[in-house]
T-cell receptor
């Protein structure tokens, strides 16, 4: 089954304790991205990757890191989480169309609800 | 500031009625427009894309685009309780080194049986 798999589904942690949220897709998509979703603010992009070893900042990158060593995996790292990073996080990947990495038709993972105390 | 605006709702319609969801955007140069549906507690899923002025129909869904007025809408005919969800409008801004996809905050649709 074609899917984007995020883990964990729920995570409660404390301020300053490093954590990683994993994301993996099995559709051979070149484009991958991380979003956070907060009430009243909608989906905001954190980081994205057009292809392996190519990553770039989205609209709210502060406090986050990513890496793209393999096409299928795109982990999100919070080196020192703070309470303002409490949010619902989504990983997404997108079809490559006509050989071009594109962000147009996103497939989302099931989400990670993060609480930082 | 590139913006995509939607009425947060809730938009309440009776079963069998037409639900009309609207979205306006600020960047006149935007070229690609998408509607995602998000059930409560779930992830968004793409239901429609539209690139040209006019209507695009897919089953009970019709997307409408008017670039001159900078709005895009989604019509859901014969609304069903299973259509109750938040509908996110997304607009692709073509500019700079990358093409950004900007989401609205969504409209909550409630279809009453």
């Amino acid at each position: 089954e074609a899917q984007v798999t995020q883990n964990p589904r729920y995570l409660i942690t404390v301020t300053g304790k490093k954590l990683t949220v994993t994301c993996s897709q099995n559709m051979n998509h070149e484009y991958m991205s991380w979003y956070r979703q907060d009430p009243g603010l909608g989906l905001r992009q954190i980081y994205y990757s057009m292809n392996v070893e190519v990553t770039d900042k989205g609209d709210v990158p502060e406090g986050y890191k990513v890496s793209r060593k393999e096409k299928r995996n795109f982990p999100l790292i919070l080196e020192s989480p703070s309470p303002n990073q409490t949010s619902l996080y989504f990983c997404a990947s997108s079809l490559t169309e006509r050989g071009i990495s594109t962000n147009e038709k996103l497939f989302f993972g099931s989400g990670t609800q993060l609480s930082v105390l | 500031q590139k913006e995509v605006e939607q009425n947060s709702g809730p938009l309440s319609v009776p079963e069998g009625a037409i639900a009309s969801l609207n979205c306006t955007y600020s960047d006149r140069g935007s070229q690609s427009f998408f509607w995602y549906r998000q059930y409560s507690g779930k992830s968004p899923e793409l239901i429609m894309s539209i690139y040209s002025n006019g209507d695009k129909e897919d089953g009970r869904f019709t997307a409408q685009l008017n670039k001159a007025s900078q709005y895009v809408s989604l019509l859901i005919r014969d609304s069903q309780p299973s259509d109750s969800a938040t509908y996110l409008c997304a607009v692709k801004w073509n500019g700079g080194a990358t093409n950004k996809l900007i989401f609205g905050t969504g409209t909550l649709l409630a279809v009453q049986p």
